[in-house]
Each structure stands twice: as C-alpha cells, then as structure tokens.
C-alpha cells in the first residue's frame, strides 16, 4: 500500500508510519535474497518441507529467512489499508481502493510477473503466487473491512488458527468444489488445458492475515501513545510466540508435519522449525508475525543509516518487486550467455547472500526516486505502484 509520510528522518511525527515502511523494506531485502537463491541455485533447490536431514544449514536458515515475507507483507497491506481508510481528515470508504488494487495485482501476477519468471510470454504453465493471493486478499478485505473491528479480528484468529484442522478435507477431482478448494487451501493445479495454471499460494490463510493487519490498524492511529502501541505489539508477539512454544514443542497443532529430536542440536533446531509454507500452517505464522510485531515495536525506537535504506525499498515495494525480478532474468540469461551453459549457478550459500547485497544496492537509487516521485506526484495511476 502507498500510505506514509516521508520515511526519511525516522524521527517526529512521521516515525509512527516510517516504521512501516522500514518493516516492509526489511522483509523486501529478504525476499531478495530467496529470489537470487531460485535463480542462481536452483541446483541445490529446497524442497517444500525442506529436508532436514539433507539440507544444508546455511541453506535452510536462509530459506527460514525468507518464510517472514509473505505473511508480514500481507498483514502490513492489511494495516496500511485501514489507514487509507481513516486518515487524518477523517474516515473514507477504502472499498473502491482496495477493489480496484487487489484486481490490478491479479492482473500483473498474470502478465507481468509470471513473464520475469519464465523468461516467456507464451508459458506452459502460468503460475499463481504471493501477488495474486495479495491480490485476491485485497478484494475480500474490500467486501469486509466495513464489519466492526472486533468482528474482523476474530474472523481472523478463526481462519489462521482454524484453517489447520481442514487439511484432509478433499474433493472429487474435476468438481468445481475441487477447483475452489485448490485456490482456498490445496495447493496444485487449477487447469490443464490450454494453459497449465499452477496454484502456489492456496489463498485462505492470507485473507486472515490481512484481516488481522486490518484490525491492528488503531494502533497506528495518531491518538495512540507510541507507548501504548509497543507494549500491545510486544504482548500480541509474546503471546504468538508463548503458543508457538506449547503447540509446536508437543507436536499438538498447528503444524501438520511433526519435529522429532536429531542426532544434532542443530538438526533438531532444524526440524523444530521446519513449518509449512504452502498453505502457510499456523506455527508457520505464529513464528512469522510473532517475530515480526517484535520488529515493529523495536524499529520505532530506531533511529540508523540502514533503517533509512531499508525505507526506501518499503517506500515503492512493488516497483522494487518488479525490477528485482527482472533484473535478475536478465542477469540469469547473460551469465549463462557468457559461460556457456544453459543456465548460470552459484556453487555456495554465501554467494547467494551477496548477490542480493549487490541487486538491492543497484536498484536503491531507482527504487528511491521512484518512491519520491510517486509521493510528489498526482497522477492516479502512480498510487497503485
């Protein structure tokens, strides 16, 4: 979403939305990071769960890494859409926004996205992801955002920690229920012919989070005492984090594929936090948006050179979303042009990590003037970047 004052300084009245941005741009240099690795080391691919006991360490922690993206993404589109919704002149229906955005990413996942992945305007298979599960949140928390808050929380709660119990529920295949069961909560594919159309991201728990974001929206009211609001994010953390620690540790719920302790410490750690992603189970976003919320409430009080880089990337996030991924195809194809292969790869992790050092550090000068001219610009269509 695009609701923020400048977020350079992080200090005054604007530190209460900066902090936002410097979030978002966080879990955006992550991303990053996982998006070099399939690109540039799709040899040592992680499967989904990750194999614990055949996984590289530096490659599991950085794809762990990774994991806080998408649900902080979401839950913070959620949170800035209530404050499109209740500015300071006072509140505005945010439903024609939100409609008219979350269709627009549908369609950009679809045209543009999908191209920067496969290098291919005509793909065998058109894959959905986190734009279009961003997207289709979007529009349903265009159809609900008006319902009272305490309404939309507990909406929330229930499908984040409720949609777990549903995971063997199955329908014949080829029905339409079987269809709209793939897009809430089976990953898989939707169609066969004449396009294959992958579902990546099962939509279901993502309206949560996004509800959940929506309904934290007070505490980035201007009435709410700065105090107030990091003592209720670090208390919201804790106790995510406290039932995190009680379902997870005695295999209870939460999370369908259970740890069990290794020959090593850090295997063990491994398979402690081997959560599942796609659909993200609930020990994956207790994990994800407990520690997140713990990041919201310590950036406030932050006032650094790199949390002002990392403004700049959550000040235009889907523009830096976009340019990553194509730079990144191109990059890909020139390096495998120069050596000759048919694709280019890294051979270590850390290569990987600084590849994404060197990506976010040539794309912060156009990521920063676009971010200042989409804030001094009046152009409509500008918003939606």
């Keep these: 979403m695009n609701i923020r004052t400048s977020p350079i300084p992080l200090h005054g009245a604007s530190k209460r939305i900066a902090s936002i941005d410097v979030a978002r741009g966080l879990v955006m240099l992550l991303m990053t990071v996982d998006h070099v690795r399939e690109t540039f080391f799709l040899q040592h691919q992680v499967s989904d769960p990750m194999d614990v006991g055949a996984t590289d360490p530096g490659l599991f922690f950085s794809r762990l890494a990774a994991h806080f993206c998408a649900p902080m993404f979401v839950f913070l589109t959620g949170l800035s859409a209530w404050l499109y919704a209740n500015p300071a002149s006072g509140p505005r229906s945010a439903t024609g926004f939100l409609a008219k955005r979350g269709a627009f990413l549908i369609l950009l996942e679809i045209v543009v996205i999908n191209f920067a992945w496969t290098g291919s305007f005509t793909p065998h298979t058109v894959y959905l992801q986190v734009i279009w599960a961003i997207g ?3 529009l349903a928390l265009a159809l609900l955002h008006r319902l009272p808050l305490a309404l939309l929380a507990a909406t929330g709660v229930a499908i984040v920690g409720g949609h777990n119990a549903l995971a063997g529920l199955s329908f014949e295949p080829g ?6 069961w793939t897009i809430l909560e089976q990953r898989g594919y939707l169609a066969d012919d004449p396009v294959r159309v992958r579902i990546s991201y099962p939509l279901l728990a993502w309206i949560g989070v996004i509800l959940l974001g929506y309904a934290c929206g007070p505490l980035y009211a201007r009435a709410t005492a700065p105090a107030l609001r990091r003592r209720w994010l670090v208390a919201g953390a804790l106790a995510c984090l406290a039932l995190l620690l009680v379902l997870r540790t005695w295999n209870i719920y939460g999370e369908n594929l259970p740890w069990a302790p290794q020959g090593e410490l850090l295997r063990s750690a491994m398979s402690w936090l081997n959560f599942t992603k796609y659909p993200p189970s609930l020990d994956f976003l207790l994990l994800t948006l ?11 009080q932050v006032d650094a050179g790199w949390a002002r880089v990392a403004a700049v990337f959550g000040g235009a996030p889907l523009f830096f979303y976009i340019l990553h991924l194509y730079l990144l195809l ?19 992790v850390w290569q990987v990590w600084l590849g994404a050092v060197v990506l976010a550090a040539l794309l912060y000068w156009p990521t920063k003037r676009f971010g200042q001219y989409k804030r001094a610009s009046g152009k409509a269509w500008v918003k939606y970047l």
């Design 175 to 180: 029905s339409w229920l079987a269809a709209a």
């Design 330 to 348: 191109a990059a890909q194809r020139i390096a495998a042009g120069m050596l000759g292969v048919p694709r280019a790869d890294f051979s270590q």
């Design 290 to 300: 407990g520690v997140g919320l713990l990041v919201l409430a310590w950036i406030e």
């Design 136 to 138: 289709l949140s979007m």
